[in-house]
């Protein structure tokens, strides 16, 4: 997370160039939106799975990082010309996951516009519903992503199921309803990409490596972060994304900043 952020600022600064980030969560790990309440979290649950717990900057609810690929976009809402708007941007940034998940011979589709939120009280699981554009495989959620705004920048990202862990996501949240009745609901609304083929996360990212390349008609460039975004992040990581303080309550809305989903 902490990576994301200083990205997200970089790209804002223009000191850093718009990137493409994939990667895995060791050990598992339950993230939270930025405005969720920590009171969702069984902390119980989550200790005895070895589950960690953070904080996002973006927005939307819980989301469990076990068996999946988590992606990452930083970049100038410019460059999305007509589409830099926040549901155009969804959409453009998924129809280039779809691409990507269409070279591996998996078909997905978008979440129709219709199901953009028009209420602010949802479950606190973001899998149990899916928003515009969001991807979905066979009707069901297989992409869960959110967006934070800075400064002319945005960062959006996700995570893409290969196997949904519904039980151990849901012993890791405190829940208004049975969890039995939860699990039946959530299972018949989740997808992973276990269940079309054997995909790793390595060949998923060069398939939608390849896709954003050529959706955005742009040579993508293999990089490592540089000594001062690496120090960045770090100081990052120990002041705010490792804090209890960050984890355990929302911050007041942050000046210049927008966050959705």
Known sequence: MAVDEVLLDGVAAGSSPPTLRFYSWMPACL???????????????????????????????????????????????????????????????????QAGLQRLGIDVSLAPESEAPTRLVHGPVCFDRPSAHELLLHGRKLVGSAQVRRAGALLQHGSIVIEPRMASLLACLQLDEDS?????????????????????????????????????????????????????????????????????RPLATAKKTTRTR
């Open 31 to 97: 993230s939270l939106g930025y405005f969720q309440p920590s009171s969702v979290v069984n902390v119980e649950g989550c200790r005895g799975l070895g589950i960690e717990i953070v904080r996002r900057p973006t927005g939307g609810r819980a989301i469990l990082h076990d068996r999946e690929l988590t992606y990452s976009v930083a970049l100038p809402a410019f460059v999305l010309g007509h589409d830099a708007g926040i549901l155009p941007s969804y959409r453009r940034l998924s129809l280039a996951l």
């Open 180 to 248: 039995t009745t939860a699990a039946g609901r959530l299972d018949g609304g989740v997808a992973g990409l276990a269940e079309v083929g054997n995909f790793e996360p390595a060949s998923i990212a060069w398939a939608l490596a390849g896709a954003f390349a050529s959706e955005f008609a742009v040579k993508l460039e293999p990089g490592c972060l540089t000594e001062p975004e690496s120090a960045a992040a770090a100081l990052l990581a120990r002041s705010k994304y490792r804090s209890t303080g960050w984890t355990q």
